[in-house]
């Protein structure tokens, strides 16, 4: 499994941005792929889920200003973030679970979004 992260960036209040993680060595519909963002000094939290049977979950944390997404046929896992504000930044990780074993989870290297005027 590897997944890649990118389309982080500096960012204006009240901006947009897409992040992108393409994924390889496994069987993209076989897996629950998610969202994850991790802020200076604090836990790293859930943002968004695309369960393997296509179902999509929002945590609180970003619900109603992010869309996530998915290309199967590329393999690429998206976030499209609206009218972010400065405490979004962070760190903003994706993550592969096997369906049949979501007890473990890979991960990709992070893109860093920064929120600032």
């Known amino acids: 499994v590897q997944l890649v992260e990118s389309g982080g960036g500096l960012v204006q209040p009240g901006g947009s941005l897409r992040l992108s993680c393409a994924a390889s060595g496994f069987t993209f519909t076989d897996y629950h792929m998610s969202w994850y963002r991790q802020a200076p000094y604090k836990e790293r939290e859930l943002v968004a889920t695309i369960w393997s049977g296509g179902s999509i979950e929002y945590a609180d944390s970003m619900k109603g200003r992010v869309t996530i997404s998915s290309n199967s046929a590329k393999n690429i896992l998206y976030l499209q973030m609206n009218s972010l504000k400065p405490e979004d930044t962070a760190k903003y990780y994706c993550?592969?679970?096997?369906?049949?074993?979501?007890?473990?989870?890979?991960w990709g290297q992070g893109t860093l979004v920064t929120v600032s005027e």
């Open positions: 993550s592969a679970r096997y369906y049949v074993t979501p007890q473990f989870e890979d």
